[in-house]
């Protein structure tokens, strides 16, 4: 159910206590030489829904800009501040426990940690200013791809590397422009850049050319699948 | 061109001072029994990217979320805060000037006043922050859609109305479930209200039963042709 | 009553939930040659001093700053933040709620779009943060003007034009000195503009060489009457 | 010479780097059952009219708003927040600058610890943000008031006490409605206090019964002079 | 007691509504060519600790950066904004308010008029946001000793000079650099000073060449003794 | 060498753009019925005093308050807000550049990402603002402790565990007060939880009975060995 396709009446009427709602977040992101700006867009958008379907869920419109911090020097990156992201999350979380939501689940594409610091900030403020139980999930979907056991994972795949790719491979093949040549990046350790691009001038972080839509398709299997359990899980508890 | 398809080397081999930006920007929002939630979202993102195709101009992923006085208290309706709207504004503006552009067009479905005074002062900011020449236009479709005089337009049509909905049914009239009744609040002049929505019960200002989905495709033409030659004038001077 | 000239004792025996506030606001802003800097500062406190003498009103001190957006960078014009604007009405308004008041109205000699919202901005959430009923009323003297059916107004008549020059030749006409060229601004529609003084250079928007002392005392009467007629009704509800 | 009475013609065509400007602020505060909320306005803005006959200063519009502390919780109070009163300032000061001003003199009523750090704090920040060299002095006339060794003050003299009132009975006589008893508040030492009214549940800081019109119009010309010398060193170094 | 030193545990079974906190808080900040840039944090630290042995009460960890106006552009100084300041004052009462403490010591080497008003601005809010009853005393050691009565206190004596030179002496006299030339700087009155270094080039303001150990210790006894006795009254009203 | 014991003179002469400045920063927090409350402070303290000593760096006063999140509502915990630590770090390390320093390592004790995140963005902030090239290094000694392989580490081993008892054992024995049962908390995955410490009661993550003081010798010896050897490589590049 994509909630911005129904009428305020039906809102009224079915959203209660036990109701979820899932709201996909996104980031307009430089991804390389052969993968969109809305990368991260596409799969927690696919996902939200698959999940949604399984479990007669609520999708919230997504939310396509986020905070980028290393690729944020790129031509094509839009990037919010930490301050706006946060601002943003605290409306829309609050906005859902006015309508009636009580089981929310916040699935953001981009899973950079100050991005993440954002979205877990507004909601321990949400939380702390409702004295109703929320059950609040705030999660990237790679959270789960990097945990998989099911699959093997390269070794330092990441930004734009082989599961990205593979991802988007198997969801909108036709946004995929060819591949690129891997890249490992080595980030001076923990030093605060200026300019981060420097050490991944491609914008790649792991290998694309690893990439398969078969493998793709069984990453977004296996998220999927995880996430639907964890949500069960948590609605029960 | 939907900027949020291409690469960030794409970005960068065609983005220029000529170049043309198009932001739409929509709010999710209760719009009587027959409407969806997204109603301030269709239209301006079908005038965005009707008007891109005909300049060539790049049409940045939409904000489905605004800022929402008159309909805050409805089941459905997500309102941000005046402030977070500003921030995104400020953001996004921002991010586009870095990226080289130099004509921007914000595009909002959305036309509550408080809602376009945010955009203003966001773009008024960014303006002063920059030294280079940047034009920048700022307008609802609504702006254009009520100074139509090629078409006849009825009385106190607003919220839901008799144009919202002709141009929902030309633009997605899978969403339009039925009609409603007509009606025509009388805000008491000059207050302040906790409680809008007292005065528009259904959510409705003015007469969705003179909807035509001819009107609506009239009304999107015109506001096409009418944003085309305006930016046109724009780029010129 | 002027508050201002009362002391703690009788503002603790007199103001009860039946006492009425009224808050005149002001800018110093240019105002074409003609026109003093303070224009929009005098004709809200004489409209405030005539209302509060009919309705035995309370009038608070004048804010005689305000937020000035197209004369921002004329020589004399001195404008608050919007943020600043927002700040001292929420304290304002909270103080006179703090107080007792009940009936509050807010009275703008300047009408800037801009101004206005950061009033009702304030208003808004003073109302969120208090239980009690509150009846506020947020508007520009202007307001009333621009719909004044009793009085022939000159099509696009405007800042420092024939009404308010007539208005101040009516209640300061020592402070007008002689008359100015009539001027009607080609803003481009929509833009955000950095400099929007170049679009009228001598600070007109209007006819001042229509104004006669007559009109202005007309006009005075006019807004006087329907403002106690507004105030009377709403305290009534 | 007002500036609120001039005109943006003559602003521009008289101000320059050798005027001087000088803003009064003043605050609507209890003052015991004797005196009016305004007192803290009434002293400051006859002090300036003074001091700029004298001097050819322009005089700014007094702000009538004022942060108040140990007075907050009497009925007539009204106070602004710390950081309303600081961003005011920042504004006008601000402005003031913009405008051509390079010597700018803030004459405070109301000399409140903690409103006097207000006014500082944003003197320095508009300092820190210009790079052109401004005279900027902040003040408030007790700072004067209370070094005089031409006149014998009473010890612990204070709020609504003997100077205040007999500079009120030299200024504006018909405002002082009789008299009041003496209290010496003894606050306890260094606490924090969420009621200091409890203290001097009167108002009153020091002896009105020693007050005469007199010793006023005395006190109000050592002022006058002392600020005037003041000013004039100012902008001779 | 420091409580760093100290267990959950402890804090639980033992903090209660009559337990006693002591926040000591300095500043880095010049002190003359002979006193160290901690000179403001070992003085009240020393004295917190004593009141507390004297006392029972619990002393926390120091904050050793504080808000600096006169020395912020001398090498060493490190100034914290005045927000900044605030916001952890606010934070660090508020979290001993949870913890369960309601006899709340703030005892700043530092005594700039500035950094005072932050202090004291936390306090405000963190009062006036909880319904209990908190007993908070907020001042610096030099509110003490300035009004000493015991000791002859040496005209004119401030920042690095005689008194702060005798105390650091009786504390940590291995930090003691020799002495250093008496200077009485003659600031502009009213002034806001873009660089008040000019006018106390060697940072001093007094005469450190009077000052003796003999005469600190004497100082830090009377400081420790009134302290002692004001708290002591404090938690017994 | 520790900057708080030096003089504005030292500092001045001394201070150059080849200097080091070493920054550590703790939190009082929970650490377990057996650990003191400091204990984020006393690791950072040793490390980096010792560090500095090999390198001729300047150690800077400890602050000892951080932003704690899963032991927030802990007896004796004294968390800061995001907001207040960010600001904290954006004054001193915006200061130390002003002193001069080109090479700044900030060394948390605690951990915790949000915390770490508020440090992050206030040094993006800072080298933003300043044109000159800044070596900025920020991070936890336990980001170095969990990647020693020199040392065999228990799985699952986090806060009051295995390590952190150790260290404090080698560094304050005296502190130490006895030990305490294993715990490795089931947190609920990606759930933001408003009382997290009901899933680790006894506030121990990890297995403290596993320590020894020799094997927090060896990782303190570990741990200085290595932020010596990235120090040294960041300053050479």
Redesign the interface.
């Known amino acids: 159910m994509l909630?911005?396709?129904?009428?305020?009446?039906?809102?009224?009427e079915n959203?209660n206590e036990s109701s979820i709602a899932i709201l996909p977040l996104g980031a307009?992101e430089?991804?390389?030489?052969?993968?969109?700006?809305?990368t991260d867009?596409i799969q927690p958008e696919y996902v939200a829904n698959k999940v949604a379907e399984r479990l007669g869920a609520y999708v919230?419109?997504?939310?396509?800009?986020g905070q980028c911090?290393s690729t944020k020097n790129?031509?094509?990156?839009?990037?919010?501040?930490?301050?706006?992201l946060r601002?943003?999350m605290?409306?829309?979380i609050s906005?859902?426990v006015r309508?009636?939501f009580r089981n929310i689940i916040v699935l953001s594409g981009h899973a950079g940690?100050?991005h993440m610091?954002a979205l877990?900030?507004a909601?321990?403020l949400i939380?702390?200013e409702h004295d109703v139980d929320i059950?609040?999930?705030?999660?990237s979907d790679y959270?789960i791809a990097y945990t998989m056991n099911e699959i093997e994972i390269p070794v330092n795949d990441g930004h734009a590397g082989m599961i990205e790719t593979s991802r988007i491979m198997a969801i909108r093949p036709d946004?995929v422009?060819g591949t690129a040549k891997s890249h490992h990046p080595n980030f001076?350790?923990?030093?605060?850049?200026?300019n981060p691009e420097q050490y991944f001038p491609t914008?790649i972080m792991g290998d694309p050319q690893l990439a398969t839509k078969e493998f793709g398709e069984r990453a977004n299997e296996v998220i999927i699948d995880k996430l639907v359990e964890?949500i069960q899980?948590?609605v029960m508890?």
């Open positions: 909630l911005e396709e129904m009428t305020t009446e039906e809102i009224r959203v307009i430089e991804h390389g030489p052969h993968l969109p700006l809305s867009c919230l419109p997504i939310l396509k800009y911090s790129f031509p094509g990156t839009i990037t919010l501040r930490f301050d706006t601002m943003i605290e409306d829309l906005e859902l309508m009636g940690r100050t610091t877990k900030l909601g321990e939380l702390e059950n609040l999930m705030i999660l959270d946004l422009k001076p350790p923990f030093m605060v850049l200026k914008g964890m899980r948590m508890e």
